[in-house]
């Protein structure tokens, strides 16, 4: 089969023939349907001279962590998936920590090896997971499916933690309509009334933003974060001068969720926020705000915006991305 794989850091990736994978115990083979990519692969291609300590990368490995795909086989002591059953994969916790046993599987102290972060991705025609981060996603397509694993769950958990602010005549401002922001505007639409300021250096992704319910849309340079303008703050690009702006908008006991990875820091002093405001990150979302992600999307409410890629373009689709020019989510399909 093709795989599109990094076999040492700072070394460009390459598409190659490998054997396909046998699912061994506890997992679970999916022929991939689709695999949309991120700021993260490009990170992991790009910036990564080794692995960080909390994911356990090994190279040489499949790169693609955004995966939806047909169950193909089950490893030895799996039952209960159906041949061809369209599924999405998930990060597997350990089950037994105290996050997992919340709930909360992303935050799990014991991750092993995940899809596409130490396990082999989904950036090939074949991938094999963990059975207990394999969610089906019932009649959708799983290509179209694949970017709520991440886009769109990411997004999702983020509103999530931030939406008892959301209350009636509340602002959100979202920094970077990309992948995961065209999918928040539409998640804070289905869940609240608040006004939805967006941010972007796009046009074509302020106007998708608009497309999709945003109340005012803006360019990201222009000189409009205005002070004490938003009780909410969706930072998805994570930069230092995205991270400035946001405190810059926020009010007095307000919330800034940063979800982007652009890397930024700020000097945090008591002068830096109004009192009483909140400054956070976040890292994905459970496997139950993913079913009920799956839930709103069936019933029509939100809808991942996406560009389909052969997997023999995906080096044409990462270099758009590096560039700006994807406008929501692509998706390579083998």
């Not at 963990?130 to 999702?156: E, F, I, K, W």
Request: hydrophobic share 45%; aromatic share 6%; glycine share 12%.
């Amino acid at each position: 089969m093709k795989a599109y794989r990094l076999l040492a850091w700072q070394q460009a990736p390459q598409l190659l023939d490998i054997p396909v994978p046998e699912p061994g115990p506890g997992q679970v083979r999916l022929k991939v349907a689709g695999n949309g990519i991120c700021q993260s692969d490009l990170h992991l291609i790009h910036e990564w001279t080794a692995s960080p300590p909390h994911i356990k990368v090994e190279l040489p490995m499949t790169i693609g962590h955004e995966v939806g795909g047909w169950i193909d086989k089950e490893g030895p002591g799996v039952s209960g998936f159906e041949q061809g059953q369209a599924a999405v994969i998930t990060i597997a916790g350990c089950g037994h920590c105290r996050y997992c046993a919340q709930g909360w599987n992303q935050y799990c102290m014991h991750k092993s090896k995940q899809v596409g972060m130490g396990l082999d991705g989904g950036l090939a025609e074949y991938v094999v997971a963990p059975a207990n981060a394999v969610v089906p996603v019932g009649n959708m397509d799983p290509a179209d499916a694949a970017p709520l694993t991440d886009a769109g769950l990411s997004s999702y958990h983020a509103v999530k933690r931030v939406l008892p602010l959301l209350t009636g005549g509340a602002t959100v401002a979202i920094i970077g309509v990309g992948g995961l922001g065209h999918m928040a505007i539409q998640e804070i639409k289905t869940m609240s009334a608040a006004r939805i300021i967006a941010y972007d250096t796009n046009e074509i992704s302020l106007a998708l933003a608009a497309e999709l319910g945003a109340d005012l849309c803006l360019k990201s340079e222009d000189p409009h974060f205005e002070a004490g303008s938003a009780d909410v703050v969706l930072d998805f690009v994570g930069a230092g001068p995205t991270i400035k702006a946001a405190a810059r908008m926020i009010r007095p006991r307000g919330h800034i969720v940063v979800v982007g990875r652009g890397g930024g820091s700020v000097d945090f002093t008591h002068k830096f926020m109004p009192y009483g405001a909140t400054l956070s990150t976040t890292f994905g979302g459970s496997k139950l705000e993913l079913m009920e992600l799956i839930s709103l999307v069936e019933a029509g409410h939100i809808k991942p915006h996406t560009s389909r890629y052969a997997l023999d373009d995906v080096e044409l689709a990462l270099g758009k991305l590096a560039k700006g020019e994807i406008i929501g989510r692509a998706v390579i399909v083998p």
